[in-house]
């Protein structure tokens, strides 16, 4: 009886790390980096609508090499959202109040998904995001996204402000048999 009970706990225990290990290979991130230039401002306070150029997913090729296709996706998650100020080099984020990014793809409805707020002043060239728990497999699927910057300042802007926006999104699949 006892052996009988540790084959089967030693079956269960392959069994679960082989499962384990085939949603890892189907599990895999996918990144994209865009810019956003925010013009001087005139006032404080007042919502500024900013859009990034339109971003090529690629994500079929993307899902051939993890050996998945855009059928056998389950969720796409937005994990990380990194904001830099490329241009000018001093310039910090501390002129920002809020700050709010949208997903925009054809045939779908806008959906926000990070913000920041209440951005201190003591920050500096390089802001983190909250993400917002959204299944972004729909967007992530279409040939192209883009992104929609909402932001409140709270200092007045003299020059251009070039920034980056890096995004990791995290997917999980299932794999071809």
């Known amino acids: 009886m006892k052996y009988l009970t540790f084959v089967s706990s030693l079956l269960l225990l392959i069994l679960t790390s082989n499962c384990e290990s085939l949603d890892n290979l189907t599990q895999f991130n996918l990144e994209y980096s865009s810019s956003v230039t925010i013009p ?50 001093n310039q910090r984020f501390d ?9 925009n793809a054809e045939g779908l409805s ?20 909250n993400t917002l728990e959204n299944d ?6 279409k040939d192209k996204f883009s992104l929609r910057v909402n932001t409140i300042t709270d200092k007045l802007i003299s020059q251009e402000i070039d920034i980056n926006v890096f995004s990791n999104f995290f997917v999980d699949a299932q794999i071809i048999l």
């Open 40 to 89: 001087p401002t005139t006032g404080l306070n007042l919502p500024l609508n900013l859009f990034t150029p339109e971003m090529e997913t690629d994500s079929e090729s993307e899902f051939a090499i993890h050996n998945t296709n855009k059928d056998l996706i389950e969720e796409i998650n937005l994990t990380e959202m990194i904001m830099t100020i490329t241009s000018p080099n």
């Open 95 to 103: 002129f920002l109040n809020e700050i709010s990014v949208y997903i």
């Open 110 to 129: 806008e959906l926000k998904i990070a913000e920041a707020k209440d951005i201190p002043e003591n920050i500096e060239n390089e802001l983190n995001l």
């Open 136 to 141: 972004l497999s729909e967007y992530i699927k």
